[in-house]
């Protein structure tokens, strides 16, 4: 699998909105700023992520971004999807033709049955993954922190 920063920058930015939509729309520059994240990837990354519907752009002043679905209806897999990051961990990307175009067409690499499992396997995964997991998983480490620093100024009661 070749998950490159475009699908790791894509499920970050989405955890960040989704924790953020509750106070009204999220604009890409504070997404930018907690995430350092550059303002014009996060453009090009949401312009694909709202052609798929999975986030809604509002204009104007106090404008931003909205989740277009419930946080429990975007799985991580619509997301890398959305934003064309490719899932296959198989030499000839899924067409059969692992040893390249000079040898005859459809000879597979000994190895190609195993990657191909893996893709599904993969793609499996990170559809059973929704942005409201990771949402509540990110909740739960800032509770988590927050405790810890509560503990460590001593004002624990």
Request: hydrophobic share 40%; net charge negative.
């Amino acid at each position: 699998m070749r998950l490159t920063t475009k699908g790791r920058f894509a499920v970050t930015a989405m955890i960040d909105l989704a924790l953020r939509q509750d106070h009204g729309p999220v604009t890409l520059a504070g997404i930018s700023a907690r995430q350092e994240i550059s303002l014009s990837y996060l453009e090009q990354l949401f312009g694909k992520l709202r052609r798929h519907e999975i986030v809604e752009s509002v204009r104007g002043p106090g404008g931003g971004y909205n989740l277009a679905r419930r946080a429990e209806d975007v799985t991580v897999a619509d997301i890398i999807i959305a934003v064309d990051e490719p899932l296959d961990a198989t030499q000839c990307g899924g067409k059969e033709n692992c040893h390249g175009a000079e040898h005859q067409l459809g000879t597979r690499c000994m190895t190609h049955d195993l990657w191909a499992t893996l893709n599904a396997k993969m793609v499996d995964y990170l559809d059973s993954v929704s942005l409201k997991d990771l949402v509540d998983q990110q909740k739960q480490k800032n509770m988590e922190q927050s405790v810890v620093v509560i503990h460590r100024n001593h004002i624990v009661a």
